[in-house]
């Protein structure tokens, strides 16, 4: 099974490599997280794996959740993910209670890592679908930023007199679930347990983040993966 762990953003850097040259990067604090919970075909349905990362107060958890990593041997978490498996054979490879850290991404080169978009509240077309707006003369009149005419799609066929579902409008922007895929991996240090990745990554610093080897790669980055380059 890949290994998939959970970590915590903790800012946007730059970090200089042996050339000279600088890149931006982003530092996270890559577990340690404790596997909490092997999930199987047979007992389960399905075949999973859940990891669990940094500990909270008793008080600031629930006595189900409380039991529950108690069985694993660890304090409460405060946040939990589980990952599925092929099979039973990927999932028995893992033990309750045990400890995962950013060691166990050596040799991945580029990973996926997905986290919680910034929240930006409730706005306007221009900003959440990047529209260029009205025109600013020819008789245009306070009404520059707006999307324009929506008639077209207002008479949606066998479903009612109604704006077609998907319409670009203004509405809810961000504080959604974002991937950013097959990011190089800058450098890791295993005793503080930091990775580094090129770019930027999703949501706000102190947020949680998932990190998991890239699942789909360009045909160069295969070719670095695969250790011919």
């Not at 040259?21 to 890559?30: F, L, R």
Request: positive net charge; proline residues 3%.
């Amino acid at each position: 099974m890949p290994v998939a762990l959970i970590g915590k953003k903790v800012g946007m850097t730059r970090y200089f490599l042996d050339n000279g040259k600088n890149i931006p990067v982003t530092v996270i604090a890559a577990g340690p997280c404790v596997v909490t919970q092997v999930k199987t075909a047979e007992k389960h349905g399905y075949s999973a794996v859940q990891v669990g990362m940094e500990d909270v107060k008793a008080r600031r958890s629930s006595m189900p959740l409380i039991g529950h990593d108690a069985k694993a041997g660890t304090a409460p978490k405060r946040f939990h993910r589980e990952f599925r498996c092929a099979d039973d054979g990927e999932a028995n490879g893992f033990e309750l209670g045990q400890v995962l850290t950013v060691a166990a991404l050596d040799g991945i080169k580029f990973v996926d890592v997905i986290g919680t978009s910034k929240g930006k509240g409730f706005q306007g077309q221009m900003k959440r679908h990047h529209f260029k707006g009205m025109c600013a003369s020819h008789g245009t009149e306070r009404k520059h930023r707006t999307g324009g005419s929506i008639g077209s799609h207002g008479t949606d066929r066998g479903h009612g007199a109604k704006i077609k579902k998907g319409k670009k409008m203004a509405g809810q922007m961000g504080d959604t679930q974002v991937t950013a895929r097959s990011l190089d991996v800058v450098a890791a240090d295993p005793e503080k347990n930091l990775l580094i990745v090129k770019g930027a990554v999703p949501g706000a610093n102190d947020g949680f983040v998932v990190i998991r080897p890239a699942i789909r790669l360009f045909k160069r980055k295969a070719r670095k993966q695969a250790g011919k380059e």
